[in-house]
């Protein structure tokens, strides 16, 4: 069983610069959500995807979108970064439903 | 709206003691919580859950955590601390949208 691995694990960007991080699920799964995580903090709910559709949003603006693939990896882009963006971001998928999540090491982003 | 509280910053115990890490939460309907745990740089791993049945819910690595309906807690438990229990521990409750909200973390130290 392979788990979900993330790619970059770091990430160092300039402000006003665009980025993309890469998931890929543990086989099996067909949900995948993105966390933010500042240093110190609790995950932040950015969104969900379900078969390919996103299905649940944070508290997150426009510029940060994503995708699901058929193969159930997906992508996390922010657009115009901001120095605020900096943190741990955490893919995690699973299985539609109550069943736990499976977190990838993150890719660490700073934003200079 | 639904929350989930984790009082204790960080949290001290020797080594063979027991101990507790406590979360209270606020939802709408049956809650579904989970605890994780979160090592250094890494992503956070499942540790257990609650559904529905026993209150007392056994997990990986000799943790156990006991639901309180009327208490509205979740609190992590385990009867040994082992110096390799040191870690970040997150408490979470789903919401009607199958998503997680977090507590904003535990700090865990154990001394040998």
């Known amino acids: 069983e392979t788990g979900v691995t993330q790619s970059p694990t770091h990430l160092i960007k300039t402000r006003g610069q665009q980025v993309t991080l890469r998931c890929s699920s543990q086989s099996g799964h067909n949900t995948v959500s993105w966390y933010q995580q500042a240093l110190g903090q609790g995950p932040q709910f950015i969104f969900q995807?379900?078969?390919?559709?996103?299905?649940g949003r944070g508290n997150f603006p426009p510029r940060f979108s994503g995708l699901q693939f058929p193969n159930y990896s997906s992508e996390l882009n922010v657009n115009a970064l901001e120095l605020d963006d900096s943190a741990l971001y955490l893919c995690a998928s699973s299985l539609w439903g109550n069943s736990p999540l499976h977190f990838g090491n993150g890719t660490r982003l700073t934003v200079t | 709206a639904q929350s989930v509280a984790q009082p204790e910053d960080q949290v001290n115990v020797a080594e063979g003691n027991p101990l507790t890490v406590k979360c209270t939460y606020s939802?709408?309907?049956?809650?579904?919580l989970f605890w994780y745990v979160q090592y250094p740089n890494r992503g956070l791993q499942f540790l257990l859950k609650?559904?529905?049945?026993d209150n007392l819910v056994k997990g990986s690595y000799g943790f156990e955590a006991e639901f309180n309906k009327s208490q509205t807690s979740f609190h992590l438990k385990k009867p040994s601390a082992l110096v390799s229990d040191s870690a970040l521990y997150f408490c979470?409750?789903?919401?009607?949208?199958?998503?997680?909200?977090w507590g904003a973390g535990t700090k865990l130290i154990i001394k040998p």
């Open positions: 609650y559904i529905t049945g």
């Open positions: 939802v709408s309907g049956n809650p579904y």
């Open positions: 979470a409750v789903r919401d009607s949208n199958y998503q997680l909200i």
């Open positions: 995807y379900y078969r390919e559709e996103e299905n």
